[in-house]
């Protein structure tokens, strides 16, 4: 599951909190989203699940911090008033990658429909 989607499931189970401790904050959140126990939850973890985390954002401050790093300085900005979660959500969205199995379902319609084997509004399902 997308960290996006995890986030915005997550929140209903766990109430975001601690900014600095990643078993309430965003990321900590999304590891509620996808059943994470609450005690189980640290970075390596969420690394783990979501390696796209430990690459720099280019368009941060210079590129020099990891989106890990960058979604905790905005949710930061949510527990002093800034931003909002959904704010946050909407970040992780825009960074994230497609996972990698929606892409494949993309490219098996596509190619079956270049080679006239599928009409454009059928599925593969």
Same mark, same amino acid.
């Not at 590891?31 to 970075?43: L, Q, T, V, W």
């Not at 430990?54 to 020099?64: T, V, W």
């Given at each position: 599951?997308? =960290?996006?989607?995890?986030?915005?499931?997550?929140?209903?189970?766990? +109430?975001?909190?601690?900014?600095?401790?990643? #078993?309430?904050?965003?990321?900590?959140?999304?590891?509620?989203?996808?059943?994470?126990?609450?005690?189980?939850?640290?970075? #390596? =973890?969420?690394?783990?699940?979501? /390696?796209? =985390?430990?690459?720099?954002?280019?368009?941060?401050?210079?590129?020099?911090? /990891?989106? #890990?790093? $960058?979604?905790?300085?905005?949710?930061?900005? $949510?527990?002093?008033?800034?931003? +909002?979660?959904?704010?946050?959500?909407?970040?992780?969205?825009? $960074?994230? /990658?497609?996972? /990698?199995?929606?892409?494949?379902? $993309?490219? #098996?319609? +596509?190619?079956?429909?270049?080679?006239?084997?599928?009409?454009?509004?059928?599925? =593969?399902?």
């Amino acid at each position: 599951m997308r =960290l996006s989607d995890a986030m915005a499931t997550g929140r209903v189970i766990q +109430t975001p909190g601690n900014w600095m401790s990643y #078993k309430e904050c965003a990321i900590g959140v999304g590891m509620a989203g996808i059943g994470i126990a609450y005690e189980d939850r640290h970075s #390596k =973890l969420a690394v783990k699940e979501w /390696p796209w =985390l430990e690459m720099n954002d280019p368009d941060y401050l210079g590129g020099e911090f /990891p989106y #890990k790093d $960058v979604i905790g300085h905005f949710y930061a900005e $949510v527990t002093h008033g800034v931003r +909002t979660f959904d704010q946050v959500i909407d970040y992780v969205r825009s $960074v994230e /990658p497609v996972e /990698p199995e929606v892409n494949e379902q $993309v490219n #098996k319609v +596509t190619e079956a429909s270049q080679a006239g084997e599928l009409a454009p509004w059928e599925s =593969l399902t």
